[in-house]
């Protein structure tokens, strides 16, 4: 189990319950460093941080527990956004979602660090509240007004939802482009 507080410049990461500091990240070690969001994946194994650059940054938890230093236990650090402050939640499989005023979510591979997913909001000013449902399943955010909008996070759940949504069937060229199929599959 573990533990992180943010300060401003500073974020610490602490093994409970035996309270011992494994590791701290601050300007000195990372110049331009400045913290504005924490979270943990849910199994606790990585740390996001979103810092006032506008970077993104995740630590494997799990790797500082057996030694390594922060550099080392370091396994995405990038530019997430053109805005400043980004949040960020994580799945326990490696995806990042980040937000910040732009007003745009992102996905992230953290693994392979590049953007695997593109979401635009209608209307919302600022980075809105965002997060996935236990399962991963679902990810669920803020629109514009306050609106809270839900998007399958697997191909087939989004298409079924697409495909429920539609108000006509697609041509084969709409399915080629968008689906990257051969073409429709039935009427």
Request: proline share 5%.
């Amino acid at each position: 189990m573990y533990e992180a507080s943010s300060q401003p410049g500073r974020v610490d990461i602490w093994e409970i319950p035996s309270g011992t500091l494994m590791a701290s990240i601050d300007e000195e070690s990372r110049p331009g460093f400045l913290p504005t969001f924490v979270d943990f994946s849910p199994d606790a194994r990585y740390l996001a941080i979103g810092t006032n650059g506008p970077r993104a940054v995740v630590i494997d938890v799990a790797a500082l527990a057996e030694g390594a230093d922060v550099t080392g236990a370091t396994v995405f650090d990038r530019d997430v956004h053109t805005s400043q402050a980004p949040k960020a939640v994580l799945t326990n499989d490696g995806v990042l979602a980040t937000a910040s005023g732009d007003g745009v979510y992102r996905f992230w591979s953290i693994e392979t660090g590049e953007m695997t997913m593109q979401l635009e909001t209608t209307g919302l000013t600022g980075s809105g509240r965002f997060d996935f449902s236990p399962d991963f399943d679902v990810f669920y955010y803020e629109d514009g007004g306050g609106i809270v909008r839900q998007m399958p996070m697997k191909v087939d759940d989004m298409i079924d939802l697409a495909t429920s949504l539609a108000t006509r069937s697609l041509t084969d060229a709409e399915c080629r482009e968008y689906l990257h199929t051969d073409g429709c599959e039935g009427p």
